[in-house]
């Protein structure tokens, strides 16, 4: 039997083509009566509502098709999920993502096993009962580490009367997901990221383990060889021309259904958001998604797999999930992208997300539409002991002598970079021991003052700046970006010998800082 990766192969030109596509090849009505008797779409018929829908007036149809299709075909229930992340550790380089191996501003975790069940009862507690357990690529934290952690879920969820256990990880071998499945693993979920390998390979770093594009695209084959029928595909939308990616992701669910008669678990719908210290994904590019484009999207992926759940996340905000939402979709409504979140409290995680109203209040609203909630039970007090941990305690001596300890940085950095502007290119033994101490004074600030940022944002913003904690995080996220930057450039002078560029961005970044640390001691007077 051939894989999917050799399926794409083929299909990938006439994807670009069915993407590029001008005038729609049948009418309107006949996709949606195919939709509804089929049901579902070819990847054809979606290229041709794709092509209706450069006629804005035809995108109310196409939507008012996908909600009554949705309303005969799949229940009238939207099931809750809930992601928990279990480690930051990355040895990935993708430029999109804050946990990206070269973030500075990336806070290190790894849960034991013992903080992970902590954390597992608080959301408990609250009522859920699908977990999605999520993970970077962590060289400590392979398959074999991780199948007590679905053990433990699945004895949880089991001794509370049931539930599901889901699982977003790096992609594995079909023995390692035999293994998690034994272990209680329910349904698997993956991003292709982008199906466009030109444009995967430029966003994901030579070296990074995640950049074999074909043995990500048969993951599916492995997965369902494992015997785990439950699967949840999709792109990130925003790394390439959404029109293409979004036909690939039919394509791809297509390929499940006559391969194996599978209709997706689930389909993916994020949307490329910013992430702390990763500046590629903070700048609108010509693949950004627009609203309208996005509502088309889920409209599309409604219409193509009316039986799967598209999963509504907290990337977007609580108003685009709750217009688009239809019957037997998953929602995500309390979301922490960070190990051990939901018991630390406002830590920065992998990517920017939006604050939803309370679980009961989203039920309720929810009701409202006809929907009814699953996966979400009336909430139970914790046992004595086990209440999420309040704000770090911090010294506030100790913290200002980091202060000095900073400032005392930023006088030899601007020191260094003074000789720099005297050294003549004739001046090697200058010009190396400049790019040494130049080297030692940034590993300080990438390592010492970072960690000193993260330090303040989990507990001493909250005691003397609790209005202001965004514009202080701001400072600190430009920082990391700039202090990546100010190493590009010393890279550039050391083949140049040319400091200008070095010079100009270094001294930016200490009359900011300089101004920054000023601020914060004003604010805790």
């Not at 900073?406 to 950095?413: S, T």
């Amino acid at each position: 039997m051939s894989t999917f990766s050799e399926v794409f192969r083929v299909a990938d030109v006439r994807l670009e083509s069915l993407a590029a596509l001008a005038e729609p090849t049948r009418p309107l009505p006949a996709i949606f009566e195919t939709a509804e008797k089929n049901p579902g779409l070819d990847v054809e018929d979606a290229a041709s509502l794709l092509a209706w829908a450069r006629q804005p007036e035809r995108r109310a149809e196409i939507h008012a098709a996908a909600q009554r299709v949705r309303q005969r075909l799949a229940r009238p229930t939207v099931e809750f999920v809930i992601p928990v992340y279990l480690t930051s550790f990355c040895e990935n380089e993708c430029l999109y993502c804050g946990y990206r191996q070269s973030n500075a501003l990336a806070e290190r975790v790894r849960l034991s096993l013992d903080e992970f069940n902590r954390e597992l009862n608080l959301i408990l507690s609250w009522g859920h009962r699908q977990i999605e357990l999520v993970l970077s690529e962590d060289p400590e934290f392979g398959p074999e580490v991780l199948a007590p952690y679905v053990e433990l879920t699945r004895q949880k969820l089991d001794g509370l009367g049931g539930g599901v256990v889901g699982l977003c990880s790096p992609v594995y071998e079909r023995e390692d997901y035999v293994r998690l499945g034994t272990a209680g693993l329910d349904w698997v979920v993956e991003w292709q990221e982008t199906y466009h390998q030109p444009h995967f390979d430029r966003w994901h770093v030579i070296g990074s383990p995640k950049r074999d594009f074909e043995f990500r695209l048969d993951l599916w084959d492995r997965v369902i060889a494992a015997g785990i029928k439950k699967i949840a595909l999709g792109a990130l939308l925003g790394l390439y021309d959404w029109r293409y990616d979004a036909l690939a992701a039919i394509e791809h669910g297509n390929y499940l259904r006559r391969t194996y008669g599978i209709e997706p678990y689930a389909l993916g719908i994020p949307r490329l958001k910013p992430a702390r210290g990763v500046l590629a994904s903070q700048k609108a590019s010509r693949f950004t998604v627009s609203d309208d484009d996005y509502r088309l999207i889920l409209n599309l992926y409604h219409l193509a797999f009316p039986h799967s759940r598209l999963f509504f996340n907290t990337r977007e905000n609580y108003e685009m999930n709750v217009s688009m939402v239809g019957a037997g979709d998953l929602f995500t409504v309390d979301c922490d992208t960070f190990p051990g979140g939901y018991l630390r409290h406002e830590t920065p995680g992998q990517f920017s997300t939006h604050g939803f109203p309370h679980r009961r209040e989203v039920v309720r609203v929810l009701a409202g539409r006809g929907l009814a909630s699953a996966y979400l039970e009336p909430e139970t007090p914790l046992p004595p002991g086990e209440s999420p941990a309040p704000a770090l305690p911090h010294d506030k001596s100790k913290w200002l002598a980091e202060h000095a300890q900073i400032r005392a940085g930023l006088e030899d950095w601007q020191a260094i970079l003074a000789g720099l502007a005297f050294h003549s290119e004739e001046a090697d033994t200058e010009q190396q021991a400049a790019r040494v101490a130049l080297r030692t004074t940034m590993q300080f600030f990438k390592t010492f003052v970072i960690d000193h940022c993260r330090r303040e944002e989990t507990g001493l913003f909250r005691t003397f700046a609790p209005s202001q904690p965004q514009a202080l995080r701001a400072a600190h996220e430009r920082l990391a970006i700039d202090l990546d930057k100010f190493e590009r450039q010393m890279a550039s002078y050391e083949l140049s010998g040319d400091p200008s560029v070095l010079l100009t961005v270094g001294e930016r970044v200490i009359r900011e800082l300089t101004a920054h640390l000023a601020t914060e001691e004003e604010m805790a007077r």
